[in-house]
DNA sequence: CAAAGAGGTATACAATCGTCTACCGGCAAT
DNA sequence: ATTGCCGGTAGACGATTGTATACCTCTTTG
């Protein structure tokens, strides 16, 4: 498996590497790859399923570090609050992704370029991947943040669009680190748009009201 | 290339399938291949400039459509107006993308594939076709979209990443034909709420004048 | 009218591929 | 104490691959 990240890290995609090339980089015999796996499609579900529980612990486990985080669980209630909240929520959570990717660019770029891969298996178990994120994302946000007016169901959808936008700004930020700044500001200020857009639909007097502003990032 | 995009589309990406197989579905001999290209980057380049302009040229025209349209440039002013105006674009475009998409399933699907691809060439070329197709659209929105406050630097950033994430949208679309009402609302729920957003982040109390609500798509 | 080039073909070669069959050491369980 | 499985190896197979060289036939250009 290792050896495979490895490969299709740096040249192709994971469908297209051979059996034999792993098995020589991996300094194995190639009809050992059949005493553990019988297909590719195989191999490619149980690297994403490792790495795939370490992504989620990851960030569930950074999320959930409260030194992080500069706000407490009592300051909820008003949407003014909420909002400030959702800044500081959105610049920790980008970097935090952001970091997360350039730790691992080998697994993250071999995991997205399954995701639009030819082999539906490794698109189905991706898709789950990001299904499972957001998820994560909207129970933390739901128990932390508290934007009045939005709904569960709204929170769901509004994290499955920032899982997928985060796609592709991660790979921006992998294929252009001299703009490693930029692009975290433009994640933050695209989460936050969506989070005002939110709260603008429901209750915009409560905007006006707080007198909150969006800041200019 | 017209062979290359029917097998590509089936089973593999295009980086990985072979030079004989292609000039074998083409019925040619395989050398004939080396008459015209000399990569297999070099092919995708070309494929991909033929569907991308064919792409571009295809929204800008529908976009350009008048009949389409249920408004008129008249209209435009207020941010009232701007909102509705915002609401049937959205509408309009979210469509005509998804329509186009299952049109040209095959380019569609192999052109994505390319976008997270091993090739950075491809990967170049994709990245240039959707900021392309982000300018027309931004171009489009500032010309008859009114909506005071929203600079160009704005809606150049609202535009890509809509249709970033209507990269997302568009492969729900192709797979998974039952939902297709459902996955439209949301597109268009995800672009309404980026302008609310936009214009609650600048001139939260002209939504509040306007006395206008969030649809309820 | 000749030269050049563009598009296509035939043959050949070494390399690599996936997979099949057979063999082997170690460890665990009966 | 032996049976059986698990992980690994060896060798061989036919198929397929990318590419090199050489030859052919139109069309264009000088």
Redesign the pocket.
Known sequence: MEAALELAATTRSLAN?????V??HA??????????FKD?DELGVAMLRDLGTELRAGLRERRMHPAARGFRLSDIGDPATGLDQAQELARESVGLVLDFVMEHREAYTVGIRELHGPSPVMRKAMQDLLEGIARDMTEDLLGVLKLPAITPEEMIEIARVIVRQMVFFSMDYLEQPERHAQIKRQAERFILLLFWGALAARAPELIVQSGLRFPEL
């Open positions: 590497l051979g059996l034999r090339e098995a020589r300094g194995l015999n190639p009809n050992t790859f059949y005493r553990h590719f």
